[in-house]
């Protein structure tokens, strides 16, 4: 196995997890964060030591480097990119784990190019639950770039030959996670959406509970999303000390935008981010309305807040 050095700026759930896999495979991962609480999480990791600085960063890592963002997208990552370009040199190859938008991604393949500094965007997948089961890694990028991290890919991935792909060019590995964002948001919904009508469904008793379990086994809808709902319907079916709102971090945004653009139809995925605005408070306004129109035309009582 080639052995990597590389920097991981972004200590938080995934970038701290993400350098222990890659440190607990052999590589050498030097973070670092700018909350000194996030560095202070890979203390006990002997191949993922933490500097105070990015510049400190940069100089510890061996020609040509590699540093590796795992930021929130927009300013924060933005913000880091340009602190880079004065501390690269030609060759380095700079990656962006971040859910970014693709078209950034172009943008920042094409200024690092400009000054000989290799760029690969990468979508990665896996959450939380990636130290233990590896990453789902969309890659964006040139053969080259991409084959210089091919060591650190094969790592971070479920399997060495398995659970990360080498997208198409610059941007491609953004795009893949965001239309794979999108597919998440119609799953989930569909999940949603049955086991409420399940819950709903009271005269017969049904052990919601149970059911979720089963489906996970032999079934046409099993998956890993349905692993995780059975798990925790197990210890509380009712979620009655959960708030129904549900965030939208940007993706599905971007995913419905294209689908307008390129004229493909995605009504599932787009019905599924509409549900999240509603979740959100954001259909209040309208509803509102509706209850008032039904007044004005035909008497019907409306409900009046406390």
């Known amino acids: 196995?080639?052995?990597?050095?590389?920097?991981?700026?972004?200590l938080g759930r995934m970038g701290g997890n993400m350098s222990r896999r890659l440190a607990r495979a052999g590589h050498t991962v030097v973070g670092w964060d700018r909350a000194e609480?996030?560095?202070?999480?890979?203390?006990?990791?002997?191949r993922a030591p933490t500097v105070a600085t990015l510049e400190e960063l940069v100089g510890r890592l061996p020609a040509p480097r590699i540093v590796w963002l795992m930021l929130p997208a927009g300013a924060p990552t933005e913000d880091i990119l340009q602190r880079l370009v004065p501390l690269l040199r030609t060759g380095d190859l700079v990656v962006d784990g971040a859910n970014a938008m693709y078209r950034d991604s172009q943008r920042h393949a094409r200024e690092f190019a400009a000054r000989g500094v290799r760029f690969v965007d990468c979508g990665v997948s896996g959450g939380v639950w990636g130290l233990e089961n590896g990453y789902g890694l969309m890659v964006g990028g040139t053969d080259d770039a991409v084959g210089t991290l091919e060591p650190v890919l094969r790592a971070l991935a479920p399997g060495p030959d398995r659970g990360w792909v080498h997208c198409g060019?610059?941007?491609?590995?953004?795009f893949a996670k965001m239309v794979h964002n999108g597919i998440e948001y119609g799953m989930m919904q569909a999940y949603a959406e049955g086991f409420a009508l399940l819950q709903a469904k009271e005269e017969l008793g049904l052990d919601v509970p149970a059911i979720a379990e089963a489906w996970r086994h032999g079934t046409v809808i099993r998956s890993w999303l349905l692993d995780l709902t059975a798990e925790f319907m197990r210890d509380d079916a009712t979620l009655a000390a959960i708030e129904p709102f549900v965030?939208?971090?940007g993706e599905g945004r971007w995913?419905?935008?294209?689908?307008?653009e390129?004229?493909?139809p995605m009504p599932v995925?787009?019905?599924?981010?509409?549900?999240?605005?509603?979740?959100q408070g954001r259909g209040d306004p309208a509803n509102r309305l509706l209850a008032r129109m039904r007044q004005a035309f035909g008497g019907h009582a409306v409900r009046k807040r406390d």
Do not use: K, Y
């Open 262 to 264: 390129l004229g493909v």
């Open 169 to 174: 060019r610059a941007g491609a590995g953004h």
């Open 247 to 249: 965030a939208d971090s």
């Open 255 to 260: 995913t419905a935008h294209e689908s307008i």
């Open 1 to 10: 196995m080639d052995v990597v050095t590389l920097g991981m700026v972004g």
């Open 269 to 279: 995925t787009t019905l599924a981010l509409m549900q999240r605005f509603t979740s």
């Open 37 to 46: 609480a996030a560095r202070a999480t890979l203390s006990d990791e002997p």
